[in-house]
């Protein structure tokens, strides 16, 4: 069995009142209105049936609530967005569990979603994006959600969020060659990843369980600036004193980086998926296929298993890949 914990599907009823007219923004908005398995239920049941015993834990595409309506809107989305996931879960055995979004332009109507989406819907959890609108995640008005996800031991699945307003240079307006996408999105994994290592999350909050999605963005392949240059933080800095931040952690920052879950969802990398493998290690390593970003559908769930296989694990290492991580998250075992 094989559970996909990091894809995205939008319900029709949400798909038709929010995307299909526009509210996506023209970039990505482009991107997500084109693909019929990110809301066609059929076609997606078609593409999954072809990998035999094989669920998905699905959650929205983008784009953040946020960028679709303002903090007096947002939360009546996300409980819509919401409802129509559950309802999907309901109704096909495909679908193991779903992943709530969140109006964190409303960081009140936020923690309220969170609680009524795992109580009354049964949600498996949260997914964030790697900024609010801008704000960094460890933004002090956010941090009642970490705590709460803390509290009922519950998982968080990160997502990155860059538009090509988002210039690759000061001196210009866009970012070209969707370079955003290519380099930008792994960048902004990152830095969310550090955000919340060097505001101490994991010393606050020992439980706490964070799903990177693409592999943890840059981290495993920036081991060593990771590693022994972060050991030496502060030492490139004369305004802020970081060597006493880095006195105050328990750990060396990049013990806290292994402390994140990373999906293998990086279409078809054999030696970026090993390099992660080697970095965050066998437990905190789980499948997903970003399914339905594939040019070809059930293109990267062929590419990532074959990944997967290419490790050269044994047959209960790889099973705790596909299968037993995720049940362990999502209290299914």
Known sequence: MKIDIFNHIFPKKFFDKYIDKGSAGKDIGKRVSNIPTIVDVDARLRVLDEFGDYVQVISLPLPPLETIAGPEKSPQIAAEGNDGLAELVRRHDRFLGFVAALPMNNPDAALAEMRRAIDDLGASGVQVYTNVAGKPLDAPELLPLFE????????????????????????????????????????????????????????????????????????????????????????????????ALLTSMKKRPVDYFRSFYADTALFGAAPATKCGYDFFGIDRIVYASDMPFEPVPGLYARETIKCVEALGLTADQKDQIYRRNAEKLLKKA
């Open 148 to 243: 709460e996800a803390a509290r009922r031991d519950v998982p968080i699945w990160i997502h990155p969020a860059r538009g090509a307003d988002f210039t690759d240079y000061l001196s210009e307006k866009r970012s070209l060659y969707e370079i955003w996408w290519t380099f930008g999105w792994p960048y902004e994994t990152s830095v969310a990843m550090a955000r919340l290592v060097f505001s101490g999350y994991f010393d606050r909050f020992p439980n706490l369980k964070i799903i990177t999605h693409h592999m943890g963005g840059m981290v495993p392949y920036f081991e060593g600036r990771v590693g022994y240059g972060w050991d030496q933080l502060g030492t490139r800095t004369s305004d802020t004193d970081y060597k």
